[in-house]
């Protein structure tokens, strides 16, 4: 098995707090009503803190598909989430598994910054080729972007 890291950080127009609760705390809940392949978020173990697994469906080209997403830290105050992709048919297969370490801290102008460390856990000796690392910080980028955006469009959320 191979490591690749990767390390980025997104810019958010919201503060800290409000980005964590939509993406953290209410990633169940929002993510379905936001992104359009989720069909659904279900808890297959635990009740949302460290160590809770959720099971994320989606439906894409016709396509049902799913991955394990499991939390291995929250720290409230902190704004941190660490999670990881543990399984299932969405994810992979030259993968393990993917560990995402995520940090919030305060950005310019009242906003926020989202620190990402990725570590992709390889089978063998597969190498993730640049466009395939290129493709997950994208995704991850765009997720930041669409919260923010519905965040800025609903203030009282």
Not at 100 to 109: I, T
Not at 134 to 153: F, Q, R, S
């Amino acid at each position: 098995m191979g490591v690749q890291t990767q390390e980025y950080a997104t810019p958010a127009a919201v503060p800290p707090v409000r980005l964590f609760k939509a993406m953290s705390l209410e990633f169940h809940n929002l993510f379905p009503k936001l992104v359009e392949i989720i069909q659904s978020i279900e808890f297959t173990e635990g009740t949302g803190g460290a160590g809770t697994i959720k099971k994320l469906t989606t439906v894409e080209g016709g396509e049902t598909k799913y991955v394990l997403h499991r939390v291995d830290e929250i720290d409230e105050t902190k704004f941190v989430y660490n999670f990881s992709i543990i399984g299932g048919t969405g994810l992979a297969d030259t993968l393990e598994k993917v560990s995402f370490k995520s940090q919030l801290v305060e950005g310019p102008n009242g906003g926020s910054i989202r620190n990402v460390h990725v570590d992709y856990f390889t089978k063998g000796d597969y190498n993730l080729s640049e466009e395939e690392l290129k493709a997950g910080k994208a995704k991850v980028e765009g997720l930041v972007k669409l919260v923010e955006g519905y965040l800025l469009a609903n203030p009282d959320y």
